[in-house]
């Protein structure tokens, strides 16, 4: 039976910086480190960059509100947040969780490649670890993406101010000090200033219809729009947070993390004489490489590997929560059951990702991409996008701007000159650039 008492204790965040370290950690994880800079890469370096801050500012920052003010309002995940407002209205959480589920499934394989470089750190064979032949095999990968699980699951099981909001007040300084310093190691290698060009400089000519897909998944993946996070976390949040500056602050976070990885990344990619869009090989063989000619460079490559698990385990945890959260709250559930019952199967679910890269790798034939990719298509192409576009329906045309101008403004206490603009893209500009973007990402072109 779900869970309707809605007014029954909900566990908060202990302080607006943990709250926000927390937000921008499910937003600052491997979307930033992994994919942005080899989405870069190969969609034009600095023309892409252009595309992702515009989808940013306009779709980013008016959905990063939209989700917070949702959740706070009705304290209840991303489900019950709509059933609260609107039964018919629920499957659009619905589709929120799903997103959460299956992405954290191959999320989670990713961030078991990960420990895996950290243990190659430890042993000695980091850099002569073959990344493909690696990936390629049955149980080994497998073995990781359950600690990595495990991991997550960890850190979930301790709530919200006990467990969340304490590994983030860690794991996101210790981020973005490591980031800043492998950055500038990269940048002192010889010819990296042509990889700071092509991130930087656009090309105005290479922004197609492909870039433009490419930046809006990137946005939603990054930021963990459309997928229930921030509906969560927002319900989490007491009703004196500035959601103003709390939207805005955690895009600002994720973007410089992106932008800090870009740098750190692709001027490495140039000196080295790589392919900059050459996909995951750009961590996971790039930057071996950089660390081998660094003084103290196996320290430094098992730190870095380190802190990149922290920004995974930042955002899995909050794709976990969410999940975590709709059984708590629609189904009664306690949360020890919850979380270790959905990590299990998350588990289990992510294991065909994994074996897409070797074994059932001649599945390709009939999943173009590949199992991991299209799972990632599903999420990133269709269950985002349609969620986010019918939340700014909902917000816009259903529950009502007067309603959401109350609790962004906490009753008129909080100034937000700004909001006709905000009211205007969530009624009109963003559900119609989401759904034509949506339209053109559809394989029928």
Same mark, same amino acid.
């Given at each position: 039976?779900?869970?309707?008492?809605?007014? /029954?204790?909900?566990?908060?965040?202990?302080?607006?910086?943990?709250?926000?370290?927390? *937000?921008?950690?499910?937003?600052?994880?491997?979307?930033?480190?992994? /994919?942005?800079?080899?989405?870069?890469? *190969?969609?034009?370096?600095?023309?892409?960059?252009?595309?992702?801050?515009?989808?940013?500012?306009?779709?980013?920052?008016?959905?990063?509100?939209?989700?917070?003010?949702?959740?706070?309002?009705?304290? #209840?995940?991303?489900?019950?947040? !709509?059933?609260?407002?609107?039964?018919?209205?629920?499957?659009?959480?619905?589709?929120?969780?799903?997103?959460?589920?299956?992405?954290?499934?191959?999320?989670?394989?990713?961030?078991?490649?990960?420990?895996?470089?950290?243990?190659?750190?430890?042993?000695?064979?980091?850099?002569?670890?073959? !990344? @493909?032949?690696?990936?390629?095999?049955?149980?080994?990968?497998?073995?990781?993406?359950?600690?990595?699980? $495990?991991?997550?699951?960890?850190?979930?099981?301790?709530?919200?101010? @006990?467990?969340?909001?304490?590994?983030?007040?860690?794991?996101?300084? *210790?981020?973005?000090?490591?980031?800043?310093?492998?950055?500038?190691?990269?940048?002192?290698?010889?010819?990296?200033?042509?990889?700071?060009?092509?991130?930087?400089?656009?090309?105005?000519?290479?922004?197609?219809?492909?870039?433009? %897909?490419?930046?809006?998944?990137?946005?939603?993946?990054?930021?963990?729009?459309?997928?229930?996070? &921030?509906?969560?976390?927002?319900?989490? %949040?007491?009703?004196?947070?500035?959601?103003?500056?709390?939207?805005?602050?955690?895009?600002?976070?994720?973007? =410089? =993390? *992106?932008?800090?990885?870009?740098?750190?990344?692709?001027?490495?990619?140039?000196?080295?004489?790589?392919?900059?869009?050459?996909?995951?090989? %750009?961590?996971?063989?790039?930057?071996?490489?950089?660390?081998?000619? &660094?003084?103290?460079?196996?320290?430094?490559? $098992?730190?870095?590997?380190?802190?990149?698990?922290?920004?995974? #385990?930042?955002?899995?945890?909050?794709?976990?929560?969410?999940?975590?959260?709709?059984?708590?709250?629609? /189904?009664?559930?306690?949360?020890?059951?919850?979380?270790?019952?959905?990590?299990?199967?998350?588990? %289990?679910?992510? $294991?065909?990702?994994?074996?897409?890269?070797?074994?059932?790798?001649?599945?390709?034939?009939?999943?173009?991409? @590949?199992?991991?990719?299209?799972?990632?298509?599903?999420?990133?192409?269709?269950?985002?996008? $349609?969620?986010?576009?019918?939340?700014?329906?909902?917000?816009?045309?259903?529950?009502? #701007?007067?309603? =959401?101008? /109350?609790?962004?403004?906490?009753?008129?206490?909080?100034?937000?000159?700004?909001?006709?603009?905000?009211?205007f893209l969530v009624k009109f500009a963003a559900p119609a650039a989401i759904a034509y973007i949506f339209i053109k990402?559809?394989?029928?072109?």
């Open positions: 039976m779900a869970n309707l008492n809605e007014t /029954k204790q909900r566990d908060q965040w202990g302080s607006r910086i943990g709250f926000i370290l927390a *937000a921008a950690g499910s937003a600052v994880g491997l979307g930033n480190i992994w /994919k942005f800079p080899y989405l870069a890469g *190969a969609n034009g370096g600095g023309a892409f960059v252009i595309v992702y801050f515009a989808i940013l500012i306009v779709l980013g920052f008016t959905l990063m509100m939209a989700e917070l003010t949702l959740g706070r309002h009705t304290q #209840l995940g991303a489900v019950g947040a !709509f059933r609260k407002l609107s039964k018919k209205w629920s499957w659009v959480g619905g589709f929120g969780v799903l997103a959460g589920f299956l992405i954290l499934s191959f999320y989670s394989v990713v961030g078991g490649w990960v420990i895996k470089y950290i243990v190659g750190g430890l042993t000695g064979s980091l850099y002569t670890l073959d !990344f @493909g032949s690696y990936i390629g095999t049955t149980a080994e990968p497998i073995v990781y993406h359950a600690v990595f699980m $495990i991991l997550t699951l960890v850190i979930v099981l301790g709530g919200i101010s @006990g467990g969340i909001e304490k590994a983030a007040k860690i794991l996101m300084p *210790a981020l973005f000090v490591m980031l800043i310093l492998t950055m500038i190691r990269s940048l002192t290698l010889p010819g990296s200033f042509e990889g700071v060009k092509f991130l930087l400089q656009p090309d105005f000519s290479k922004i197609n219809g492909e870039v433009i %897909l490419a930046a809006l998944g990137q946005v939603f993946f990054s930021l963990s729009l459309g997928m229930g996070c &921030m509906v969560t976390y927002g319900s989490y %949040l007491s009703k004196e947070e500035n959601l103003v500056s709390s939207s805005m602050s955690i895009p600002l976070l994720d973007t =410089a =993390a *992106a932008l800090i990885a870009g740098l750190a990344i692709l001027p490495a990619v140039f000196a080295f004489n790589m392919e900059p869009g050459a996909g995951p090989v %750009l961590l996971f063989v790039t930057l071996p490489q950089v660390f081998q000619q &660094m003084p103290l460079g196996s320290l430094f490559g $098992i730190a870095f590997f380190v802190l990149v698990l922290f920004a995974a #385990l930042s955002s899995s945890i909050s794709l976990l929560e969410v999940v975590v959260t709709y059984f708590v709250d629609e /189904k009664n559930w306690d949360r020890k059951k919850s979380t270790i019952v959905m990590s299990a199967l998350i588990f %289990l679910i992510g $294991i065909p990702s994994s074996l897409g890269m070797g074994i059932w790798g001649h599945l390709t034939p009939i999943l173009e991409n @590949g199992i991991m990719d299209s799972v990632g298509f599903i999420t990133d192409k269709v269950l985002l996008p $349609i969620g986010a576009m019918m939340l700014l329906i909902f917000i816009g045309w259903v529950w009502g #701007l007067d309603n =959401a101008k /109350k609790e962004v403004t906490n009753d008129g206490k909080i100034p937000f000159a700004l909001f006709p603009v905000w009211g990402g559809l394989p029928i072109w």
